[in-house]
């Protein structure tokens, strides 16, 4: 469809991750390897209660039962060497200058680290209108807007400031919607998590704004275990952004995050994502392994969640956020767009399991796979017994550009209960020639082009995004794709 | 030892005495025999915990204390059994419990056109043949195919030589004979069709007793340049017999496939029908069609790997549940590296009829060229409320609105099937089969 030696497709193949910069702070940091004095030694330095170094530790020692057994997930089409768990440091700190007493004193090469990357935390930035939680390695750093959403009763600060503000919400949900046994990555997340973000709507509180956590990964041979927890209470809303960069090395760094999201009656999150992890350059060397665990779980009735992801980092990723469906009524969705360039690999999906009255759910997947990029969809649908007049409808798209990537669709659909109606749809294929050659014809570039019908294929998802992030994610896709042209 | 290992300690035990029954043989078809048995004892029977099996559950066929069938070729069921298309419409012949007889025409008779005959004759006349056409079985993916090469014996092949065209199809019919106690036959199909033959093909797989009973069945197809075969495939055991058929197809350029697989009965119905398509200008043509009622499951698996270039395939499995049942379709297209202008299609419906009804679809597309239309869409869902609606307003009570509806939905599979005649036979099959499904 075009000249793969066009002068300028070809400088453009060049480009390099805008992120890919490191701040030179003092860390505070342990050395590698983990063992139960490590697990110990991140509960003490964030002063935890007894029962959390309790939970943490058994999530260690199923950790320890689950190398033995060799459990570690590969059933993913994703291919990487095996991973060193002795060889990573499970924490890293900026080291504080002094006890924060406002953003102001926070470290100005954080301040400045963040500015780079486009991020308001700034107070001179509030303008803006996003409650930021900046997460830099293995702390939160700075929390934007707490005090006026404090006059509104919702809790948003770092997981660790959560522990001892309020502990018994944390004690009550923490890891009911992912348990500490759950699966590999998350189980590593349980024992030696460091830091998160979290959030809590009380009852019939719309959340005046976007609240927002910013993932930055600096240091390096570290691995970052964040952990984030959201509450919506009965009737309430929230709106959740999620940011994501880290330095270019060529080392390849893991990044094993836990989600969770708790919808009470009435509630509805909103949860949206760009992934813009360091991916690797175009040889596959370096970049982060992107291995999460996303759930929510729709206790409520009438409770509504939503993930929206855009995925354009990352060498490896391997995530699929997922509702529970519990609540009567409840109503899930998964809206994706997943971008493989060069030697990325990504495996990702959602679990959509039904088990309330009158359940709906909608995935709609897009994938577009570039270079020697691969690209896989995996969903479960699920029906329960139970699950009266459930409804699922899915959408998984892939789009290829270039001979050497590879788009895969493994679907699994299992319906228990025969009221329910569940479609599941997807196809495969390039950028129509008739397409190119019409937006040309009208005058277009073939960048361009290519550009505009990227966007459009993408744009039931796009849509959803919150207007600052869709975009920036537009944006990332025209970066991403930039070169994969040809 | 749980009862999948002790299941099958018991075969790999009969299959020693099987091969010291059988004495001096050539060489050749003993250590093909042999081969399968080591893929077997390696692999033995597969647990839920493998992802190809993990919606089928072998315990109850694990349980069943089998022994070899003992064939009886006098059998008087069997002269009777399977469908009659007449004489003009298809040549009909028998595997009874696997061992080859010809029905009506009992002498082989090449100007006729396609040739059939014993797998066993074979192997004494022309051994080197016979070990050649039995040596691709894919025994170390197929647990079931190893056991099968493990008990090779008889069967039949069926050969379509060089630019035969024949009007009238082959009709085979592969009985499992009746039992005081539950038996396993093995029956073997060889299909080949040589360049710019054409054939059509009927295997019609039943059972005589209403006991426990277990057809292992393999069938190969070889399809050489620009050959056309058309298999249709029948599976109407009895309510407890299991059935677990391996169907492996090589097409070479130009040639085309069509296959239909209509799964109406037994406790257990597996399926595994793998097409390669190995030249290009290559076309295959699935269709399928599964019932299952209170306590069975009907399982499909298919998978198309589209090795080279310009070829098509289309893929369309209906799934019909009624209360109690469980299907399963699980479809796999593999798109090579450089296999571009593939066109490849997927589709599976599935129909819900009843409480406790549960099926499990997992269509997969894998690929990796980029000049190619791929897709594919999965459905379940129950009747039409309109629908039912708009007949009860013409005078037609609910049970007939819904059997007309559920017949409906069949019928895109029927009407494609290769012959009227057969077509036509079928039909009262296929409804009596549908009626007795209907929930409330």
């Not at chain 2, 493990?150 to 050969?159: E, H, I, P, S, T």
Request: proline fraction near 4%; charge should be negative; aromatic fraction near 8%.
């Amino acid at each position: 469809m075009s000249d793969p030696q066009n002068s300028e497709i070809r400088g453009l193949l060049d480009r390099e991750y805008a992120y890919g910069f490191v701040t030179d702070v003092d860390e505070d940091r342990i050395p590698a390897g983990l063992d139960e004095d490590v697990v110990r030694l991140i509960s003490r330095k964030k002063d935890e209660p007894q029962w959390l170094l309790d939970w943490r530790l058994k999530a260690f020692n199923r950790f320890l039962q689950m190398l033995d057994e060799e459990t570690e997930p590969t059933w993913a089409k994703v291919d990487y060497p095996a991973i060193d768990y002795q060889a990573i440091s499970y924490y890293s700190a900026p080291k504080p200058k002094a006890e924060l007493e406002s953003l102001g004193e926070v470290d100005p090469e954080l301040l400045r680290t963040y500015e780079k990357l486009g991020i308001p935390i700034s107070e001179q930035k509030r303008l803006s209108g996003v409650a930021v939680d900046a997460v830099f390695d293995s702390v939160s750093v700075a929390t934007t807007y707490k005090e006026e959403l404090e006059k509104q009763g919702i809790i948003f600060c770092s997981f660790s400031e959560a522990v001892q503000r309020c502990p018994e919400i944390i004690q009550k949900y923490l890891g009911s919607v992912v348990p500490y046994s759950d699966n590999f990555f998350a189980t590593l997340n349980s024992a030696v998590f460091s830091d998160g973000s979290f959030a809590y709507i009380p009852k019939g509180v719309r959340c005046p704004m976007e609240l927002s956590t910013y993932f930055r990964i600096n240091a390096a041979g570290t691995g970052q275990f964040e952990r984030t927890l959201l509450i919506a209470d009965e009737g309430s809303y929230v709106s959740y952004l999620e940011g994501c960069t880290a330095p270019m090395r060529d080392e390849n760094q893991l990044h094993a995050a836990v989600v969770e999201l708790v919808a009470l009656d009435d509630a509805e999150i909103k949860y949206s994502t760009v992934q813009n992890w360091y991916p690797g350059d175009k040889d596959g060397v370096g970049g982060i392994y992107n291995f999460v665990t996303k759930r929510g779980a729709c206790r409520g009735r009438r409770s509504k969640i939503s993930w929206t992801q855009v995925e354009t980092g990352s060498a490896i990723t391997w995530k699929y956020p997922s509702c529970i469906l519990q609540g009567d009524d409840s109503v899930g969705a998964f809206y994706s767009v997943a971008m493989t360039n060069h030697r990325q690999q990504a495996d990702t999906g959602t679990k959509m399991l039904h088990i309330g009255k009158n359940t709906r759910s909608t995935i709609v997947s897009k994938g577009i796979s570039a270079g020697h990029g691969e690209q896989s969809y995996r969903g479960l649908v699920r029906i329960g017994r139970g699950a009266e007049n459930a409804r699922n409808h899915s959408q998984c798209d892939s789009l290829l550009l270039g001979d050497r990537a590879g788009a895969h669709t493994f679907p699994y659909l299992e319906t228990l209960n025969p009221s329910a109606i569940v479609e599941h749809e997807a196809t495969t294929s390039k950028i129509g020639e008739d397409q190119l050659f019409y937006c040309m014809q009208r005058g277009l570039s073939e960048e361009d082009a290519v550009s505009l019908i990227v966007n459009g294929f993408c744009k039931e998802v796009l849509r959803e995004l919150p207007m600052e992030f869709a975009v920036e994610a537009q944006n990332l896709l025209g970066l991403s794709l930039e070169g994969s042209v040809g | 030892m749980n009862a999948l290992a002790i299941a099958r300690d018991r075969h790999l035990a009969d299959y020693e005495g099987f091969a010291a029954r059988l004495g001096k043989e050539p060489a050749l078809v003993a250590a093909i025999r042999q081969q399968g048995a080591r893929a077997f004892r390696r692999q033995g029977l597969p647990s839920r915990k493998l992802e190809n099996w993990r919606y089928t559950n072998l315990g109850p066929l694990a349980k069943l204390q089998l022994g070899p069938a003992s064939p009886n070729l006098q059998s008087p069921a069997t002269a009777s059994a399977g469908l009659s298309l007449g004489d003009s419409v298809a040549r009909r012949f028998t595997l009874h419990d696997g061992r080859f007889a010809a029905d009506r025409e009992t002498d082989v008779t090449q100007d006729e056109g396609v040739e059939v005959q014993g797998l066993a004759r074979l192997r004494r006349t022309a051994p080197e043949q016979a070990a050649r056409l039995l040596s691709n079985t894919p025994i170390d993916e197929h647990p079931f195919a190893a056991l099968n090469t493990a008990f090779l014996d008889d069967g039949a092949l069926v050969r379509a030589p060089r630019g035969i065209f024949d009007e009238r199809a082959i009709q085979l019919v592969v009985a499992a004979g009746a039992y005081p106690d539950p038996r396993v036959s093995h029956p073997r199909v060889l299909v080949v069709a040589e360049p710019m033959s054409h054939l059509t093909l009927i295997l019609d797989f039943l059972n005589e007793g209403d006991g426990p009973g277990f057809t292992n069945a393999v069938t190969e197809l070889h399809l050489a340049e620009d050959a056309v075969v058309q298999l249709v495939i029948l599976q109407r055991e009895r309510a407890q017999h299991f059935h677990i058929g391996g169907v492996f197809v090589h097409q070479e350029r130009g040639s085309r496939f069509s296959c239909h697989t209509l799964s109406l009965g037994g406790a257990l119905v597996r399926n595994d029908l793998s097409v390669q398509l190995a030249g290009e200008g290559a076309v295959s043509r699935l269709r399928g069609l599964f019932v299952a009622r209170e306590g069975t499951v009907a399982d499909n698996h298919t998978r198309v790997d589209h090795a080279v270039p310009h070829c098509e395939s289309h893929e369309l499995y209906k799934g019909i549940i009624g209360e109690g049942g469980r299907g399963v379709f699980h479809g796999h297209v593999i798109v090579q590296p450089d296999a571009q202008q593939t066109l490849a299609e997927q589709h599976n419906l599935n129909l819900l009829l009843g409480e406790k009804a549960e099926i499990d679809s997992r269509p997969q597309l894998e690929i990796n060229a980029d000049d190619v239309r791929c897709s594919h869409g999965s459905t379940i869902g129950q009747l039409d409320a309109e629908a039912l609606f708009y007949l009860q307003s013409r005078a037609i009570d609910e049970s007939g609105a819904r059997e007309i509806l559920t017949r409906a939905f069949a019928e895109e599979i029927l009407a494609e099937l290769p012959i009227p005649e057969l077509r036509t036979s079928l039909e009262p099959v296929v409804a009596a089969e549908l009626a007795g499904l209907q929930g409330n």
